[in-house]
């Protein structure tokens, strides 16, 4: 190696160390400001939510012990312990009352020709609350409509807050239903030249599968007042092979995994962790 | 004439302006200054010093660059697309500053969206 060609490499390799420091990795944290303004708020109640769909999952247990647990873990509002309100039967009873009363229609004098109104008749309804639960099962989304009016009762709510020092409530519908599914999927397969190389091909198969649809509609209401602050709704499914039996409870899990981060970022501002370069 | 012509050219490319080089070269110790910060976790300072640089030279793709990290680490993202549009309009090709964009707009889609469901 001749004195030229070594003063070649050096400079080379000065320029390459030189080219190297003009850019530097760095860790950001990117913060998403929280939906709500909830700095007036020091306590939250995960009241309950009317769910339905699938029985092998209670949804409203398992989702307000999952949102109390993560609220608890990263937020800095105090998670209110309370019993989880029924609110199928809640709202069911106010549905029920609403029917019982007379309808506001015009008085019979005002319509020409018409005779006096007669109320709608009151349902016989003697059952107990748990009987009654049996035989309106929520399976559809159609079923959650008739108890979607319990949200808007702000009277409700503001005395629900007043028993908890008016807390930030937390609440909504919970929809977890079975889905299926059949059509042609995308799969990889391993496939061994002779040489014995492994390649990974891309096919299209057709499969049956089944699983799972979530969707929860989160309703947030200020307790003081009664009023709803905020709502928000969302939809996940999953879907699995049909040999493949998952249980659904870890279903629910995996797709309220998906969903959490969005149901924080209402209430508390989150951080994105992520990497950037600087240069120079 | 083409030779005196050429001479005056070669003359400007060698030695260019002073006054564009001083800008330069304050710009870029304000940026390796803010560099140097930003590691150490002083976003706030970083990001006024990338700020001082591209006012000294509003050319600076890199310190463009570096201005919208410091930006998005604060949550300011209209401000950060902007010196993110900046850098890339001045150094189109520059891969680094292309993949903070695109790492950046994905975020930033996202909380567009959050904000209008």
Same mark, same amino acid.
């Given at each position: 190696?001749?004195? !030229?060609?070594?003063?070649?490499?050096?400079?080379?390799?000065?320029?390459?160390?030189?080219?190297?420091?003009?850019?530097?990795?760095?860790? @950001?944290?990117?913060?998403?400001?929280?939906?709500?303004?909830?700095?007036?708020? !020091?306590?939250?109640?995960?009241?309950?939510?009317?769910?339905?769909?699938?029985?092998? =999952?209670?949804?409203?247990?398992?989702?307000? !012990?999952?949102?109390?647990?993560?609220?608890?873990?990263? /937020?800095?509002?105090?998670? @209110?312990?309370?019993?989880?309100?029924?609110? =199928?039967?809640?709202?069911? #009873?106010?549905?029920?009352?609403?029917?019982? #009363?007379?309808? /506001?229609?015009?008085?019979?004098? #005002?319509?020409?020709?018409? &005779?006096?109104?007669?109320?709608?008749?009151?349902?016989?309804?003697?059952?107990?609350?748990?009987?009654?639960? &049996?035989? /309106?099962?929520? !399976?559809?989304?159609?079923?959650?409509?008739?108890?979607?009016?319990?949200?808007?009762?702000?009277?409700?709510?503001?005395?629900?807050?007043? #028993?908890?020092?008016?807390?930030?409530? =937390?609440?909504?519908?919970?929809?977890?239903?079975?889905?299926?599914?059949?059509?042609?999927?995308?799969?990889?397969?391993?496939?061994?030249?002779?040489?014995?190389?492994?390649?990974?091909?891309?096919?299209?198969?057709?499969?049956?599968?089944?699983?799972?649809?979530?969707?929860?509609?989160?309703?947030?209401?200020?307790?003081?007042?009664?009023? /709803?602050?905020?709502?928000?709704?969302?939809?996940?499914?999953?879907?699995?092979?049909?040999?493949?039996?998952?249980?659904?409870?870890?279903?629910?899990?995996?797709?309220?995994?998906?969903?959490?981060?969005?149901?924080?970022?209402?209430?508390?501002? &989150?951080?994105?962790?992520?990497?950037? @370069?600087?240069?120079? | 004439?083409?030779?005196?012509?050429?001479?005056?050219?070669?003359?400007?490319?060698?030695?260019?302006?002073?006054?564009?080089?001083?800008?330069?070269?304050?710009?870029?110790?304000?940026?390796?200054?803010?560099?140097?910060?930003?590691?150490?976790?002083?976003?706030?300072?970083?990001?006024?010093?990338?700020?001082?640089?591209?006012?000294?030279?509003?050319?600076?793709?890199?310190?463009?660059?570096?201005?919208?990290?410091?930006?998005?680490?604060?949550?300011?993202?209209?401000?950060?697309?902007?010196?993110?549009?900046?850098?890339?309009?001045?150094?189109?090709?520059?891969?680094?500053?292309?993949?903070?964009?695109?790492?950046?707009?994905?975020?930033?889609?996202?909380?567009?969206?959050?904000?209008?469901?």
């Amino acid at each position: 190696m001749t004195a !030229r060609s070594a003063a070649a490499i050096a400079s080379l390799a000065f320029l390459c160390a030189s080219g190297c420091t003009n850019f530097y990795e760095v860790p @950001i944290e990117t913060p998403i400001q929280a939906k709500l303004d909830v700095s007036a708020f !020091r306590r939250v109640l995960i009241a309950g939510f009317i769910s339905g769909g699938t029985d092998d =999952v209670d949804a409203n247990l398992e989702t307000v !012990r999952l949102l109390r647990s993560q609220l608890r873990s990263k /937020t800095n509002l105090r998670v @209110i312990e309370a019993e989880v309100l029924p609110l =199928v039967e809640l709202a069911g #009873e106010q549905a029920a009352k609403t029917a019982a #009363e007379p309808a /506001t229609l015009p008085a019979a004098g #005002e319509i020409p020709g018409a &005779q006096p109104a007669t109320p709608a008749t009151a349902p016989d309804d003697t059952r107990k609350p748990e009987d009654r639960k &049996q035989e /309106t099962p929520v !399976r559809s989304k159609k079923d959650l409509e008739k108890f979607d009016r319990i949200f808007a009762d702000a009277a409700f709510w503001k005395k629900l807050g007043e #028993e908890y020092e008016s807390p930030l409530i =937390v609440t909504g519908t919970i929809m977890f239903t079975p889905h299926q599914t059949a059509g042609f999927v995308n799969v990889n397969r391993e496939v061994y030249d002779q040489l014995g190389r492994r390649q990974v091909m891309q096919s299209r198969v057709y499969q049956e599968r089944k699983g799972f649809i979530l969707e929860p509609k989160f309703v947030f209401i200020d307790g003081r007042t009664g009023a /709803t602050l905020h709502s928000e709704s969302y939809r996940r499914e999953i879907l699995y092979p049909s040999a493949q039996s998952t249980p659904a409870l870890a279903s629910y899990f995996e797709l309220m995994d998906q969903l959490i981060p969005d149901f924080l970022g209402a209430l508390s501002t &989150q951080k994105i962790r992520g990497t950037r @370069i600087l240069l120079r | 004439m083409y030779f005196s012509a050429s001479v005056v050219l070669a003359a400007l490319l060698a030695f260019p302006l002073p006054a564009l080089a001083d800008a330069r070269s304050d710009a870029k110790a304000q940026v390796e200054f803010g560099i140097k910060v930003a590691q150490n976790g002083l976003w706030k300072e970083a990001t006024y010093r990338w700020e001082k640089a591209v006012q000294l030279d509003s050319t600076y793709a890199e310190a463009w660059n570096n201005l919208a990290i410091g930006y998005e680490h604060q949550g300011r993202f209209d401000e950060a697309e902007k010196a993110y549009q900046n850098a890339l309009k001045l150094d189109p090709k520059n891969v680094s500053i292309r993949q903070n964009y695109d790492l950046f707009k994905e975020i930033n889609d996202r909380t567009k969206r959050r904000r209008d469901r």
